[in-house]
């Protein structure tokens, strides 16, 4: 997860924090949150969206990309990662 919390702009670059575990954040003061395929990896998904969720501010976005699937994939594909993505 990447931040860029108001009045921090001296900072250089995003934060980021492993996702496997409580953002160090408070609630209600991240402006929006973004994830490029980093979900999928967790085990813990329902937590992670929930910590996600908690450091927004009301109105705050959320943006993420990931791998779904509307149906149980077979072994086979689930341990083949070129069928993954292209």
């Given at each position: 997860?990447?931040?860029?919390?108001?009045?921090?702009?001296?900072?250089?670059?995003?934060?980021?924090?492993h996702?496997?575990?409580?953002?160090?954040?408070?609630d209600?003061?991240?402006?929006?949150?973004?994830?490029?395929?980093?979900?999928?990896?967790?085990?813990?998904?329902?937590?992670?969206?929930?910590?996600?969720?908690?450091?927004?501010?009301?109105?705050?976005?959320?943006?993420f990309?990931?791998?779904?699937?509307?149906?149980?994939?077979?072994?086979?594909?689930?341990?083949?990662?070129?069928?993954?993505?292209?």
């Amino acid at each position: 997860m990447g931040t860029d919390r108001a009045g921090s702009r001296q900072r250089r670059g995003p934060r980021r924090y492993h996702l496997g575990v409580g953002i160090p954040i408070d609630d209600g003061t991240v402006d929006v949150a973004i994830s490029n395929g980093v979900i999928n990896l967790s085990f813990k998904k329902r937590k992670v969206v929930e910590e996600l969720y908690r450091v927004l501010k009301p109105g705050g976005r959320l943006s993420f990309t990931d791998i779904v699937s509307a149906k149980q994939l077979s072994q086979s594909i689930v341990n083949d990662p070129k069928l993954w993505a292209s």
